[in-house]
């Protein structure tokens, strides 16, 4: 394509368009608020098909659930 495509003098650059993979929206990958810029078009998708957002997963923290050695463990009431 020879003719600038879009606003601006040097339109839009088509390599930046992709597709999203959960709803199939075209989109420039990089103004995707998601973590996975080139596969989602935003983070709901991303959310919707993983069950999760990476930057959640990030931030989360983990509990120890094995005691420390030396530590007994409590007895399980029933």
């Known amino acids: 394509m020879e003719a600038p495509i879009g606003p601006g003098p ?3 650059s088509l390599t930046n368009i992709k597709v999203c993979v ?3 929206l075209r989109y ?3 103004k ?3 973590t996975l810029k080139m596969t ?3 983070s709901l998708c991303e959310a919707g098909d993983l069950g999760f957002t990476l930057d959640a997963l990030l931030q989360l923290k983990r509990e120890d ?3 420390a050695k030396g530590a007994e463990a409590e007895p399980a009431t029933v």
């Open 10 to 12: 040097t339109g839009i």
């Open 22 to 24: 959960r709803c199939g």
């Open 28 to 30: 420039d990958w990089r």
């Open 32 to 34: 995707s608020p998601s």
């Open 40 to 42: 989602y078009c935003g």
């Open 65 to 67: 659930v094995i005691p």
